[in-house]
């Protein structure tokens, strides 16, 4: 039997509304200085922003993923530790948000068409998550946060050479995203059955090859 859940106050409920409205209409605001910002802009090909630009996109629909996860998971979680862990890391996803979506404007380029529709599944997925319990909520952040780095990682083995700003900005992002996976473990996250791990790496996939084209 799963733990009783308290359901949330209208008060958070329209914040969470709120936190939907400022992922995908609002500009995103990092607190933190951008990781390129003394970087100087190289010269590439326009195969080489064109592809760049694909790899940012792909990234912005990640994290605007992320906040729909985090999202969903923090409205369900019931320790309070679990749930300021969720928040915090959502706090920082924030931040990637405004990274990626600066350097696709730079490339030329536009947020992915389908972020909406990530959103949805990601908040599904969240709240899903959440429900199951704090353990396996944690254990989910964890695998998702370990899937994330090691799809940062390829990016930098494919981006273009001297395209030093996108990297400054991946290679942060991992560093990120290797944090919270260690933060969620720490709190007691659960190890993931194989099965759902494959099911996270096929809908990850899923998502990447669409986010690069459209």
């Keep these: 039997m799963l733990p ?3 359901l949330p106050s209208l008060d958070r409920v329209v914040a969470e509304f709120d936190t939907v409205l400022r992922t995908l209409a609002a500009p995103a605001i990092s607190e933190r200085p951008h990781p ?7 010269e590439m090909t326009a195969e080489e922003k064109r592809h760049a630009a694909g790899l940012m996109r792909v990234n912005h629909s ?6 729909a996860l985090y999202q969903g998971q923090a409205l369900t979680a019931r320790d309070p530790a679990a749930r300021q862990a969720l928040k915090h890391a ?3 996803e924030v931040e990637h948000l405004a ?17 909406p529709l990530w959103y949805a599944g990601s908040l599904a997925m969240g709240v899903t998550a959440g429900l199951i319990g704090d353990r396996w909520n944690l254990g989910f952040l964890a695998e998702t946060e370990r899937q994330v780095g090691a799809h940062l990682q390829s990016h930098l083995t494919t981006l273009p050479p001297q395209d030093s700003k996108s990297r400054a900005v991946v290679a942060q992002m991992h560093t990120d995203e290797m ?8 709190l007691g996250g659960a190890p993931l059955p194989a099965p759902v791990r494959t099911l996270m790496t096929t ?4 998502m990447t090859s669409l986010s690069y084209r459209l």
Excluded: F, M
């Design 4 to 6: 009783t859940l308290k």
């Design 36 to 42: 390129d910002a003394h970087i100087d802009e190289a």
């Design 62 to 67: 990640g994290e605007v993923c992320a906040q």
């Design 90 to 92: 959502a706090h920082e």
């Design 99 to 115: 990274w990626t979506a600066q350097r696709i404007t730079e490339l030329g380029s536009r947020p992915s068409l389908l972020n």
């Design 179 to 186: 944090t919270h996976a260690v933060l969620a473990e720490d």
């Design 203 to 206: 809908t990850s996939k899923l």
